[in-house]
């Protein structure tokens, strides 16, 4: 069982930076896309950004490119997103997901297969 769990959410000003975290368990995720969504308040939710696992290949929403940075550390089965010039519309809770098989683009969250809690990101103006 895909268990995914997300940290490093807070209160940030305007401009700072967060760095989320998403700890990875239960499969070897060699061939899995690894995605970033939110969710506002009042909001549908959003593609942020995703990375293949294997390739590093990486794909940013317009609305996050050359702010935040999508990584993952293979030794420990994480993922990051690293958060920068953050800004009040970044407000939102922020969920890991899991795409075991992944075909083209994935940036629809029901292409996504495991989801982990949400990290709440709170960023103030």
């Known amino acids: 069982q895909v268990q995914l769990v997300e940290s490093g959410g807070g209160l940030v000003q305007a401009g700072g930076s967060l760095r989320l975290s998403c700890v990875a368990s239960?499969?070897?995720?060699?061939?899995?896309?690894m995605g970033w969504f939110r969710q506002a308040p009042g909001k549908e939710r959003e593609f942020v950004a995703f990375i293949r696992w294997s390739s590093l290949r990486t794909y940013y929403a317009d609305s996050v490119k050359g702010r935040f940075t999508i990584s993952r550390d293979n030794f420990i089965n994480t993922v990051y997103l690293q958060m920068n010039s953050l800004k009040p519309e970044d407000t939102a809770l922020y969920y890991c997901?899991?795409?075991?098989?992944?075909?083209?683009?994935?940036?629809?969250?029901?292409?996504?297969?495991?989801w982990g809690q949400g990290t709440q990101v709170t960023v103030s103006s």
């Open positions: 997901a899991a795409d075991p098989n992944p075909i083209g683009t994935p940036t629809q969250g029901r292409e996504y297969d495991y």
């Open positions: 239960g499969r070897t995720f060699s061939r899995y896309v």
